[in-house]
């Protein structure tokens, strides 16, 4: 079936790169995606938001891109941190039929290490 | 302080024996929801409410009830746990459903021998 979907299940980055953390999606009726940080033993944290109607959002040290033509989201970490190491996931809302119902389907992950 | 809170954080059960987990937000949220994270797959849905008394089945609802008695409250039932339902849960809430930024709890480690 449909799903959220990440290119690089593991990036390893030194500290003061920037990170880029890619997404595809399926299904071009999103209209609202979230990247969540998740550190171990916690649960997923909100990092930045996007609607359909916007191609890019900035945040503290992070971008969020939205390119709805071939379905694909990337979040950018600027200047990343050892504090940034994580596993990553994208999130799409997704309208269920024609119930109005709505639901965030997420993505698999992707790990960030970061080496001091 | 604004949070979602789960019972218990870690649980070991026998097979067949019925087990809740709790769920409880403060922020007077309407939609909550509970996901099943295992490794490779992510977090998937399990079952999902929009409100009060208004609840509708994830993308894994095999083996789990729930109810929404009250706003504040979504407790996960397994009436008879197998191991395949070892995993690790989250309950989440949010606004106003999947179009805003969803608080999650701090999750559950179930397993079933």
């Known amino acids: 079936g449909e799903s959220v979907g990440l290119h690089l299940p593991t990036l390893s980055v030194q500290e003061g790169d920037n990170s880029i953390i890619n997404c595809a999606y399926s299904?071009?009726?999103?209209?609202?995606f979230i990247w969540y940080k998740q550190e171990s033993g916690k649960g997923p944290q909100f990092i930045i938001d996007?609607?359909?109607?916007?191609d890019k959002r900035q945040g503290q040290r992070v971008t969020v891109l939205l390119n709805k033509t071939v379905k694909h989201l990337s979040l950018q970490i600027a200047a990343t941190q050892p504090g940034d190491s994580a596993v990553y996931f994208c999130?799409?809302?997704?309208?269920?039929?024609?119930?109005?119902?709505?639901?965030?389907?997420f993505g698999t992950g992707t790990r960030l290490l970061v080496s001091p | 302080e604004a949070q979602v809170t789960q019972n218990p954080r870690y649980l070991i059960t026998v097979t067949g024996k019925k087990l809740t987990v709790t769920c409880s937000q403060n922020?007077?949220?309407?939609?909550m929801s509970w996901y099943r994270q295992d490794p490779g797959l992510g977090l998937r849905q399990i079952y999902y409410?929009?409100?009060?008394?208004?609840?509708d089945k994830g993308d894994v609802p095999e083996g789990y009830k729930v109810s929404r008695k009250e706003k504040r409250n979504f407790p996960l039932i397994l009436e008879s746990p197998s191991p395949n339902q070892t995993s690790l849960y989250f309950c989440?809430?949010?606004?106003?459903?999947?179009?805003?930024?969803?608080?999650f709890g701090q999750g559950t480690r179930l397993t079933v021998v």
């Open positions: 989440a809430s949010s606004l106003k459903g999947g179009n805003t930024e969803a608080f």
């Open positions: 996007i609607r359909s109607n916007m």
């Open positions: 999130a799409e809302n997704r309208p269920k039929g024609n119930t109005g119902f709505q639901k965030l389907v």
């Open positions: 299904n071009s009726a999103s209209d609202y």
């Open positions: 409410s929009m409100n009060v008394e208004v609840t």
């Open positions: 922020m007077n949220h309407e939609y």
